[in-house]
């Protein structure tokens, strides 16, 4: 039995798969995330920790600080341009002044991670102007582990006293981090989804080529509704040959004669009888 008529099959598995590209895959192929981080060296290990923290990815997160004079807001975003810097991110942001200073970029990523913490290093910010030797800035982002904390930014230090090696070191917390728990789903219930998506597929797209192609009505719409009537009366006959106990031929050969002397109320009973108990 064939599913669907041949001249067409082209034609709808085409339907098919934007069906299921619609219905299934919406969730899968959305965004590009933590993607358009660049790792100053690739390394596929860094890039899996990335991966970890994309829940996180194109959010906006900023920290307000005040030292002894100035006092500053720092925008991070995660593989976005922070405060609509191209590449940044990290920035500073002058309260007073208005003045953007990219601390990291994300063209210069470093993502080392644990068990339930990672550590995001974005390097080749702006250069100092008289501490740490002129050397350019970077921002230094521990993220850890929270189960119901949503992610909040945090400044720990700016360690610019020293020679070399400085870094502006943030803090935050955020469930993408936690180690997978059972909470993953397990192989059966994908088979599952992917069994029930695919029923989806066949019954809406089935029924739309019966009434938009075909021009079906009624229970004709439903798609190969011959087939599946076939499929239902097999399955009858089948249950029927299985759970009846007594022949089939012998009872109707006795209500022929039955039938002419009794009245048809009583067939129904006499029926049952047969059955097998279950
Ligand atoms: C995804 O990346 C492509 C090219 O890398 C870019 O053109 C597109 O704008 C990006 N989409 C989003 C949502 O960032
Ligand atoms: C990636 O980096 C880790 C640690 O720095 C190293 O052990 C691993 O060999 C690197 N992998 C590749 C493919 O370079
Ligand atoms: C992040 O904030 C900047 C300005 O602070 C804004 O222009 C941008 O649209 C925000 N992005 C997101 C994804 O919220
Ligand atoms: C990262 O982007 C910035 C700004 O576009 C650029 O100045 C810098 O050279 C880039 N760095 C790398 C390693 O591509």
Same mark, same amino acid.
């Given at each position: 039995?064939?599913?669907?008529?041949?001249?067409?099959?082209?034609?709808?598995?085409?339907?098919?798969?934007?069906?299921?590209?619609?219905?299934?895959?919406?969730? /899968?192929?959305?965004?590009? =995330?933590?993607?358009?981080?660049?790792? &100053?060296?690739? !390394?596929?290990?860094? @890039? *899996?920790?990335?991966?970890?923290?994309?829940?996180?990815?194109?959010?906006?997160?900023?920290?307000?600080?005040t030292d002894d004079k100035d006092s500053y807001t720092y925008v991070f975003?995660?593989?976005?341009?922070?405060?609509?810097?191209?590449?940044?991110?990290?920035?500073?942001?002058?309260?007073?002044?208005?003045?953007?200073?990219?601390?990291?970029?994300?063209?210069?990523?470093?993502?080392?991670?644990?068990?339930?913490? /990672?550590?995001?290093?974005? =390097?080749?910010?702006?250069?100092?102007? &008289?501490?740490? !030797?002129?050397?350019? @800035? *970077?921002?230094?982002?521990?993220?850890?582990?929270?189960?119901?904390?949503?992610?909040?930014?945090?400044?720990?230090?700016?360690?610019?006293?020293?020679?070399?090696?400085?870094?502006?070191?943030?803090?935050?917390?955020?469930?993408?981090?936690?180690?997978?728990?059972?909470?993953?789903?397990?192989?059966?219930?994908?088979?599952?989804?992917?069994?029930?998506?695919?029923?989806?597929?066949?019954?809406?797209?089935?029924?739309?080529?019966?009434?938009?192609?075909?021009?079906?009505?009624?229970?004709?719409?439903?798609?190969?509704?011959?087939?599946?009537?076939?499929?239902?009366?097999?399955?009858?006959?089948?249950?029927?040959?299985?759970?009846?106990?007594?022949?089939?031929?012998?009872?109707?050969?006795?209500?022929?004669?039955?039938?002419?002397?009794?009245?048809?109320?009583?067939?129904?009973?006499?029926?049952?009888?047969?059955?097998?108990?279950?």
């Open positions: 039995m064939q599913l669907f008529s041949v001249p067409r099959r082209g034609y709808v598995s085409l339907q098919t798969s934007l069906v299921l590209l619609v219905l299934c895959g919406s969730g /899968v192929f959305a965004g590009n =995330g933590t993607k358009s981080c660049k790792l &100053s060296i690739e !390394n596929q290990s860094e @890039r *899996k920790v990335l991966d970890r923290l994309e829940p996180l990815a194109n959010k906006n997160f900023t920290a307000d600080i975003q995660l593989c976005g341009d922070a405060g609509g810097v191209p590449k940044a991110g990290v920035i500073q942001v002058n309260k007073k002044d208005k003045k953007k200073t990219v601390i990291g970029f994300y063209n210069t990523t470093q993502a080392i991670g644990g068990s339930d913490w /990672v550590m995001l290093i974005y =390097g080749g910010g702006e250069k100092y102007d &008289s501490h740490c !030797n002129g050397e350019q @800035r *970077k921002a230094m982002i521990m993220i850890s582990c929270s189960k119901d904390v949503d992610s909040k930014l945090e400044v720990i230090l700016e360690d610019r006293e020293r020679g070399n090696n400085c870094f502006y070191l943030f803090e935050m917390d955020s469930s993408a981090v936690c180690p997978p728990v059972q909470s993953q789903l397990s192989a059966g219930s994908i088979i599952l989804i992917i069994g029930f998506c695919l029923l989806a597929v066949y019954l809406i797209g089935g029924f739309l080529y019966q009434r938009l192609i075909v021009g079906a009505k009624g229970m004709e719409q439903f798609p190969n509704y011959a087939f599946w009537v076939e499929v239902g009366n097999l399955t009858a006959d089948g249950c029927d040959f299985v759970c009846r106990s007594k022949n089939r031929e012998e009872p109707s050969a006795y209500r022929g004669r039955e039938v002419t002397t009794n009245t048809v109320e009583e067939e129904p009973e006499e029926r049952d009888d047969h059955l097998l108990p279950m």
